[in-house]
């Protein structure tokens, strides 16, 4: 497949909105959960709370980052969302690259959690919500290597 930075084209940004580099080394050999999501979605603002627990618990044990790429119908939706949020994000204003992604993954509803290899783009689990909700709570089979 393709590289993490390659997928986004230099388009993520941190909390702080500051362009962020994926060819940094501290992506290097990272898991990445690529987040589809938004603020108008009852589903999306019950999982999220549950995601940011298992983020804050396993981000550094489990070499663990997420890119919250959003399905908002504003930007004003998507910032007040993204304030729950401790990860990185795709600009908003990439409407086009987000579109690509969800084809790209098959993204088919919301909220979806997608886990890649970051140094391959290689998918390692499409259902990674259903996991972190109902299967594997704790993360102990994390992550979840599902094709």
Known sequence: MTSL???????VVNNSNEEVDLNDEKYKGKIIGL?????????????????????KTHTKDKNFEIIFISSDRDERAFNEYCKDMPWLKLSYSE????EELAKKFQIT??????????????????DARDKIQHKDQRGESFP???L
């Not at 603020?39 to 983020?55: I, N, S, V």
């Not at 509803?109 to 499409?126: A, E, M, R």
């Open 5 to 11: 930075a390659d997928l986004f084209d230099g388009h």
């Open 35 to 55: 987040y589809f999501s938004a603020h108008w979605c009852p589903p999306c603002r019950g999982f999220t709370p549950m995601l940011t627990e298992f983020y």
């Open 95 to 98: 409407r086009k690259k987000k």
């Open 109 to 126: 509803g919301i909220p979806t959690l997608v886990l890649i290899d970051g140094d391959s783009g290689d998918i390692l689990c499409k």
């Open 144 to 146: 979840w290597r599902s």
